[in-house]
């Protein structure tokens, strides 16, 4: 498998890469957004072809969720016309086209989580940009997995971020800030590192489609802080708030609980629980913090 890995400093990118190098017969061509700029029609073809990948992975997005309120240009550049380009070109040179999705295609309104074939109904721009994005993929390409996850975390910040959510809550408590979090948005954080090994696993199957990807239960923003201090043990100023809070422009869904369908019909193991991820990563981070270390 030759892989040209889109957004490879990215949060997600950076561990797909640190993965797949590790993996037997992976060989994984790494690129920023300087070597290869998705909104660049010239870009992409240019670099694509040079390369001649079997499987092109897009990892980059647009994802300021409330500034896409304002700029969608800024949105729509990335996340949907970025796409029409990049399955012209996997559609010239036969690669098949990995692209990495959103909960934020759902609404929030179900009470139980959402399967793949679930009608998506976004609430907010950055929603509408994603779900765009994967409905010209479906149109363009027949070699397509379209992988939806949410809540990430991993050992690479998000792109222009010092912290991922886990880090912010941990700075916030050493530093004895209080700490407002959303306790009205139900997820499943989801650590990076489990997407990488099971999105090889995905890619050895090759049954195309859209792939629900996140660890398994679920949580409010608040419960997952909460697990947070329960894991490392520090003291906190946490209180639970409700969404509108910090004035956010965009809408975010209440729920947006994923199941992970398409996977266990493939065979493949589930993820792990998001606290057994979360503990994982906390242990690799922090060690000082987790208390069966220090005995
Ligand atoms: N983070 C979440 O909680 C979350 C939740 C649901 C879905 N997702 C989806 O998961 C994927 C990965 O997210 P992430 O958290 O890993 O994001 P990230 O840390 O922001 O990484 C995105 C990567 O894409 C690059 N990029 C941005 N615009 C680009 C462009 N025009 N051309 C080429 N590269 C570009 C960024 O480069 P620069 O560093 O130069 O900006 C960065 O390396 C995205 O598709 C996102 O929509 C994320």
Redesign the pocket.
């Known amino acids: 498998m030759k892989a040209l890995l889109?957004?490879?400093?990215?949060?997600?990118?950076s561990d797909i890469a640190r993965v797949l190098i590790e993996k037997p017969g992976a060989e994984v061509i790494p690129l920023?957004?300087m070597e290869?700029?998705?909104?660049s029609f010239d870009s992409i073809s240019r670099v694509v072809k040079n390369n001649n990948p079997d499987v092109v992975i897009n990892?980059?997005?647009?994802?300021q969720v409330d500034v896409c309120e304002d700029k969608p240009e800024l949105a729509f550049a990335?996340n949907t016309y970025a796409q029409k380009n990049l399955c012209a070109i996997c559609k010239e040179i036969d690669a098949r086209y990995v692209f990495?999705?959103?909960?934020y295609v759902f609404d929030g309104y179900a009470n139980a989580s959402y399967m793949e074939e679930d009608t998506p109904s976004p609430i907010n721009i950055y929603g509408i940009s994603?779900l765009a994005g994967e409905q010209i993929i479906q149109y363009m390409l027949e070699k397509y997995f379209i992988i939806r996850?949410?809540?990430?975390y991993g050992a690479t910040p998000?792109?222009?971020k010092k912290y991922n959510f886990v880090d912010l809550m941990i700075d916030k408590a050493q530093k004895g800030d209080s700490i407002e979090v959303v306790n009205d948005q139900r997820l499943t954080p989801t650590s990076?590192l489990d997407i990488a090994n099971k999105l090889y696993e995905i890619l050895n199957k090759a049954k195309y489609g859209i792939y629900h990807l996140t660890n398994t239960g679920n949580c409010t923003w608040f419960e997952f802080a909460q697990e947070i201090f329960t894991i490392t043990g520090l003291k906190h100023n946490l209180e639970p708030c409700k969404t509108g809070t910090f004035g956010e422009k965009a809408k975010r869904p209440s729920f947006s609980v994923l199941e992970n369908k398409h996977l266990k019909d493939l065979g493949i193991e589930d993820l792990q629980h998001w606290k057994n991820a979360l503990t994982n990563y906390i242990k690799l981070k922090y060690p000082q913090f987790v208390s069966e270390f220090h005995h």
């Open positions: 889109i957004g490879s400093n990215g949060q997600l990118g920023t957004r290869l700029d998705v909104t990892t980059a997005a647009y994802h990335t990495f999705s959103t909960d994603k996850v949410s809540g990430l998000p792109s222009g990076t």
